[in-house]
Each structure stands twice: as structure tokens, then as C-alpha cells.
């Protein structure tokens, strides 16, 4: 982390939301998505997110959660303003992937299968990171098993093709369930463990909704302590039908199943859309991410359409307006 950082989430941890997570965060340098993203896992890289953290909480109360992920066969990527393109081992910001198979998420790249002794020091690394999240004072761990990701490929049989992690669903689920208790004996008791799922692959004979029940019921067996519904990201052919709530009906499924919270996301932009998730049962919570980068003052204007209030730090009470007076009270 570095100044950029200070800077992105200090605007959204004064956005009024209840919780501010930060994102795929990997847990070795070879589980990064990109050369540029945020890790986790060596003295240098908690120091460096110690100090903005240090800054955050200076000037806001927010909880602060952190996405624990190893991107898998989808890692040694460009960043995204730059094309996002895979790259090669031979290209200097590129590095070798890994994943539970040798099957490529693009050519470019072609994943070395996972042996046991790798596994294992993945666990090991969830673990690490674990701790080190817990000396730096964060709340929640989200454990990233969707979007494609390293767990994600495990779950779904179009990227696990392997032989006792793979095949039947229970076998698919076992490394996925293998880090999420790594992770929940790593990380105090007295605070969440969540886990991020894609409720489906939307590509035939991949991974689904059914599924994700099955593996969202097993993770509230090990105590788990929030699951949070995505979709996609395991494979190019996917087609996937975007439009306003579009992933809620995951949601839905997941939390008819589960006695745990459920969060929904996608497309998610209007206030009284997500008032009417929450309302209607379809969801516990509502995960913004695109939207409020947009607007980092969402919750502000919810707060206001809706008729709550939000807190905020003391300088900007001044700008409370005249037909909103109880909306912005001091943390």
C-alpha cells in the first residue's frame, strides 16, 4: 500500500457505510492478480498497510475488513487500465500461475497443476495473513472464493479437473473448506470470518446455484460467519445476463438455505432497489462497489432519500442541509 491507498480509502471510510472491506488482497506475491495489486503476506507489505490504516483511522470509526484472495490461474495479469492482459512468465512484470489443473483461464499463461506440498503452503499462507490482519487491527476476513479465483477454480469442475480434490462436489469443496478453517483457527473467534462465492459460472456444466447452496451449507457448519453472493469470472465463455439486481436471485437461493447473513451485490444503484432487497428478505446486506466509487457519498444520499441518518467526522456537519437536519450527526 501507499499513498494512493491512503487517499481511495479514506474518502470511503467517510462514505457512511457500515463496513469498508478492502479488496482482493493476496496472500503470497504469486497469488496477486496484477503486478500493482495489494498483498499480505511479508513484513514490508503489513508495515505499508499498518501506516494507511494508522491515517484511516485517525479521522473515522468505520469497521475495516480485508479480502483475502490467491487469484490462481487468473494471476500475472496487466492492470486494467493498461488492458489487463495475461502475461507470460518471460514478460518481466509477468510470473509463472498455479492451479488446481493445468488448464488454462487464457494461453498466454498455462497453470502448473498444484501438488500437496503446494497446497499446503497456500493454507499456510491464508493463515499468515490471517494473523497479520488481526495485529493490524481489522475486523472482518472475507475469504475470496469466487470471480475465478484460486478457490473458485477448486469448486467448479471446467477448471478442476484433479484427482481426489476434484471430480465429485464434495472433493471439489474440500481445498476451498480446507483454507476457510485455516483461516477461521488463524483469526480470533470473537471476530467474523465471511466468505465471497460466485453462485454461478453461467457457463452449462460448470459451477451453479445448486452447488453453491451445498457449499455455502457447509461452510456455515465450520463457522462461517457471512457469505456473500457474486457470480462469474471461471471462464470466457460465460454469458451473463446484466442488468439491475441481476445476481439477487443468488442471493435469495443462498439465504433460504443458510441461517448465517447474506450479501447481495450487482448492480446494485438506487436507494429505494436496495432498501427493497433488505425489506423483502432477499438479502441481509447490500455489498456497493462500482456504485460508490462513483458516488463515495451513496450512504449520504440513501440516508437522506430513506429517512436515517449517517455519522460522519465533525468538519463536515456544516454541510448538513437545511431539509436533511438529523441526516449527518458527529462519530
Known amino acids: 500500500m501507499n499513498d494512493w491507498h491512503l487517499i481511495h480509502l479514506g474518502q470511503l471510510a467517510m462514505s457512511g457505510a457500515a463496513l469498508l472491506i478492502i479488496e482482493a488482497t493476496a496472500v503470497v506475491a504469486d497469488g496477486r492478480i496484477t503486478h500493482a495489486d495489494v498483498g499480505l503476506y511479508n513484513d514490508k507489505t503489513e508495515s505499508a498497510m499498518g501506516r494507511v490504516l494508522e491515517s484511516v483511522r485517525r479521522w473515522s470509526k468505520m469497521p475495516l475488513g480485508i479480502q483475502l484472495s490467491h487469484a490462481g490461474r487468473k494471476a500475472s495479469t496487466e492492470v486494467p487500465w493498461k488492458g489487463g492482459e495475461q502475461l507470460p512468465p518471460a514478460n ?4 509463472q500461475t498455479i492451479g488446481p489443473s493445468d488448464i488454462p483461464f487464457r494461453p498466454e499463461n498455462i497453470p502448473l497443476a498444484l501438488d500437496r506440498h503446494g497446497m499446503h503452503d497456500i493454507r499456510q499462507a491464508f493463515a499468515c495473513a490471517a494473523k497479520r490482519a488481526d495485529r493490524l487491527g481489522l475486523d472482518l476476513i472475507q ?20 484427482d481426489d480434490y476434484g471430480g465429485s462436489l464434495e472433493n471439489r469443496m474440500r481445498f476451498p473448506l ?17 466468505v465471497r462465492v460466485s453462485g454461478t459460472d453461467w457457463i452449462p456444466g460448470g459451477w451453479d446455484i445448486d452447488q453453491t447452496v451445498m457449499f455455502a451449507g457447509a461452510l456455515e457448519r465450520l463457522g462461517c460467519d457471512a457469505i456473500h453472493v457474486s457470480s462469474g ?12 439486481s441481476y445476481q439477487v436471485p443468488l442471493a435469495r437461493a443462498v ?9 447481495a451485490v450487482g448492480l446494485i444503484t438506487g436507494f ?21 466509487l462513483y458516488d463515495a457519498r451513496w450512504p449520504w444520499h440513501a440516508a437522506a432519500r430513506l429517512g436515517a441518518s449517517v455519522q460522519v467526522p465533525s468538519q463536515y456537519l456544516r454541510c448538513q442541509p437545511e431539509r436533511f437536519p438529523n441526516l449527518l450527526v458527529s462519530e
Open 143 to 162: 475469504v475470496h472464493a469466487a470471480h475465478g479465483y484460486l478457490l473458485h477454480q477448486f469448486l467448479s469442475s471446467l477448471s478442476n479437473q484433479t
Open 233 to 244: 469470472g471461471n471462464g470466457l465463455q460465460q454469458k451473463i445476463p446484466v442488468g439491475p
Open 255 to 263: 439465504k433460504a438455505a443458510v441461517g448465517v447473513p447474506v450479501v
Open 178 to 194: 480446507e483454507v476457510f478453517e485455516t483461516v477461521r483457527q488463524a483469526f480470533p473467534a470473537k471476530k467474523p470470518v465471511s
Open 92 to 95: 518481466p512484470l509477468g510470473w
Open 272 to 292: 429505494e432497489q436496495a432498501e427493497a432487497i433488505v425489506q423483502t428478505g432477499d438479502a441481509d446486506l447490500i455489498g456497493l462497489a462500482r456504485t460508490i
